[in-house]
């Protein structure tokens, strides 16, 4: 029997967080890596920093290299700077968006551009398909003033970054994984629900406070990020209190994943390619192509 669509989404499972550092010792908290990639296709990474300490975040995270992927960067507090060898430059402020399709490869570098104070945000990876894994990069720098923010019944506020809500569309180019991704704000006692199409991936990133998830509603407390199930509406509530979430959803690629540091690629070889190619310098222009 195939699942009915009209059905609630429900929690399926709380991805748990990981404490740990990236880039020039930038402390974050982690929750999916690619060995979640069965279950969260097409997301490979999502990565949590908040802090008001310059010293968890001020060496930021110099040049490296991506191959393979997109990266997207949701700025919420703070300043930080972006800059990558295809001479794309950008400036990320509160609520601003650096959609980065890294594809055949790209070089860059992100520098916090504070000595101290709220530096807050998020990172997700996002596959790309074998057919685009190896085309153009391109870069896409998002000021907040161009993110539409669409206000609901019973006070209910939604930002759109990526997809479609309540007739208005996010920024952010169509991308091959038809992606969703929406900043909610509920009031005390406030409800959202929407529509996914049925078998995309469902990512709930609590932000703040306390959502009550599906018909069950499950808690999903703040920090916590939760896997939905492949069907349904996503219906969230609030209890007493504010809650604010991401909703970010999109369609599973169903192909196989080799993954190693900067690089997410189809099979071994390819990876080995990628390395070769960073290191004789090719990787945005390898000599393959």
């Known amino acids: 029997m195939s699942p009915d669509p009209t059905a609630t989404r429900e929690l399926v499972q709380i991805v748990p967080g990981r404490p740990t550092q990236d880039g020039a010792g930038v402390k974050l908290d982690r929750y999916l890596t690619p060995r979640w990639y069965a279950s969260a296709d097409p997301f490979l990474l999502l990565d949590r920093f908040h802090s008001e300490r310059g010293e968890d975040y001020a060496g930021g995270f110099p040049p490296h290299p991506h191959r393979g992927f997109e990266t997207v960067t949701y700025l919420l507090a703070g300043r930080m700077r972006h800059g990558d060898d295809q001479g794309n430059r950008g400036d990320l402020g509160p609520g601003s968006v650096q959609w980065m399709t890294a594809a055949r490869g790209i070089v860059h570098e992100?520098?916090?551009?504070?000595?101290?104070?709220?530096?807050?945000?998020?990172?997700?990876?996002?596959?790309?398909?074998?057919?685009?894994?190896?085309?153009?990069?391109?870069?896409q720098d998002i000021d907040a003033a161009r993110i539409p923010e669409v206000q609901l019944p019973g006070g209910t506020r939604v930002r759109v970054i990526a997809g479609e809500l309540d007739g208005r569309r996010g920024p952010v180019r169509p991308r091959p994984t038809e992606p969703l991704y929406l900043d909610v704000q509920l009031a005390p006692g406030g409800r959202f629900s929407h529509r996914v199409p049925q078998g995309h991936t469902v990512l709930l990133v609590q932000v703040e406070g306390e959502s009550l998830v599906g018909a069950k509603a499950a808690a999903l407390r703040a920090h916590?990020?939760?896997?939905?199930?492949?069907?349904?509406?996503?219906?969230?509530?609030?209890?007493?209190?504010?809650?604010?979430?991401?909703?970010?959803?999109?369609?599973?690629?169903?192909?196989?994943?080799?993954?190693?540091?900067?690089?997410?690629?189809?099979?071994?070889?390819?990876?080995?390619?990628?390395?070769?190619?960073?290191?004789?310098?090719?990787?945005?222009?390898?000599?393959?192509?």
Not at 110 to 136: H, I
Not at 230 to 248: E, H, K, S, T, W
């Open 110 to 139: 992100e520098t916090p551009q504070q000595q101290d104070g709220l530096l807050w945000g998020y990172q997700l990876w996002v596959n790309l398909p074998a057919s685009e894994k190896m085309g153009p990069p391109a870069y």
């Open 224 to 289: 916590q990020v939760a896997l939905l199930g492949p069907a349904g509406d996503v219906v969230v509530g609030a209890g007493p209190a504010q809650a604010r979430f991401l909703v970010i959803a999109g369609r599973p690629l169903r192909e196989p994943v080799a993954h190693h540091g900067p690089f997410v690629m189809n099979t071994d070889a390819e990876i080995a390619a990628a390395i070769d190619d960073y290191q004789a310098g090719r990787l945005s222009r390898p000599e393959r192509l």
